[in-house]
């Protein structure tokens, strides 16, 4: 496996006594950003709870999310939510990862990165929630909400949206 260095260390850049806090400079790589890090400037501890879940999901499937495409998701979130939805989680696993981990373990692994990567900050589990659960196999876990940056809360059948502009150019010339 190669190792992985994402944008971990945001929620250091505020003071001990605040939660979250907001810039307008953003900073970082988009696919690793919260997406109300990416669209608002909000930062929080929850923004490397995101990060993390990306970088998790990543490791299990030997994919990066930068530059993934599958013609039915976005990214490797939405790819993952989607084997997610259709009970087939461990599709998404990497095929060299099969021999040196369990089939539950890498089941819960998925499961861990998308309570990570979920839309909403409130509902992401905090860092130590998520050590506990990726240590503690007792540890019960919730299920999933709609990730951010996912396109599954779309009809599959829903029509595109299209509109065509026309142009003319007229030349002036004397006679």
């Not at 505020?14 to 930062?43: C, H, W």
């Not at 013609?71 to 993952?80: E, K, T």
Request: net charge negative; hydrophobic share 40%.
């Amino acid at each position: 496996m190669n190792p992985k260095i994402s944008d971990f260390g945001l929620a250091r850049m505020f003071g001990d006594d605040k939660l979250q806090a907001n810039t307008k400079r953003i900073v970082g790589t988009y696919g690793y950003m919260s997406p109300e890090y990416a669209m608002e400037g909000l930062f929080s501890i929850k923004s490397d709870v995101f990060s993390f879940g990306v970088l998790l999901l990543e490791i299990v499937s030997g994919k990066k999310n930068t530059g993934f495409y599958h013609s039915s998701s976005l990214n490797l979130i939405g790819h993952a939510w989607e084997f997610w939805k259709g009970d087939k989680v461990l599709e998404l696993v990497d095929h060299r990862l099969e021999d040196l981990v369990s089939y539950p373990m890498l089941y819960r692994y998925i499961q861990v990165a998308l309570l990570c990567v979920q839309e909403m900050a409130a509902d992401r589990p905090t860092m130590s929630e998520v050590v506990s659960m990726l240590t503690n196999e007792l540890t019960v876990l919730n299920s999933p909400k709609q990730p951010a940056f996912s396109n599954s809360n779309q009809p599959p059948s829903r029509p595109a949206t299209l509109s065509a502009n026309h142009i003319t150019v007229s030349i002036m010339e004397p006679r």
